[in-house]
């Protein structure tokens, strides 16, 4: 079966628990407006202009970000480093894009990976409608769930369309007991006021078994790619956050007995 990614990141430390290969799966239905990674959102391959100066003289070129793989081909690039996920407890991590968008192609490469006795996650949104969730969950040893804003109208206007299928594709992967982190990605103005926390925090108390959370801060580091795919940064000029800017919010849910990794 073949699939479409863009990316394999390999001795990533901050994607799950170990040292991880990153596998980044093209295609996501989401356009958050700080999204860093926007050469991943469309399922296709996508052109990015590359400007080079040398002196006085600027040169332009093109490069195609991914590419079709079989699951074999992906599997052999990830058992490379089998040893290090054996030695650190690491695994494989599937990120994007959205993942869950090519299901099929996601579920063959976990089964290949538990069959190597690899350890799996998957990072995602879950604004996907997928019947091959609670398959998919069978495979799978950790998600890290991304919660942009619990607050619908925000979701809507800065994240796009899903709010209710992520929560309720939070609430299936709760209930089929699979170990989740909630990843909270802390946008000025969009979930870090006092009401985005509260309504984080009421949201989140649905599921009371998931109490770990990991804070990710902004950042403009994806700025410049906007330029290069013809494409509008939408944050302007907003800078930014540092580890610093996070302590308020980190607090907040400490005092309610989150777990922040
Ligand atoms: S869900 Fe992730 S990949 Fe998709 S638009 Fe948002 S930040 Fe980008």
Redesign the pocket.
Known sequence: MRGNIFDIKRYAIHDGPGIRTTVFLKG?????R?????E??SLQPTVMLQVHRLGDKEFREESTVGYSVTTEELMSEILKDQVFFEESGGGVTF????PLLQAPFLLEILKLCKAHKISTCID??G?VSCEMLEEICRYTDLFLY?M?TAEEAKFTEF??RGFHQVLENLGCIAGYGNRVIIRI?VIPGVNNTPDGQQALLDCLKQWPALREVEFLPYHRTGADKYRRLGMTYEMGDLASMTEKDLCEIKECFRRNNYTIL
Do not use: I
């Open positions: 996501c239905n989401l356009h958050c700080w999204c860093h990674n926007p991943s959102q990120s994007g894009g959205e995602t949104a604004a991304d942009k994240v796009g990605p």
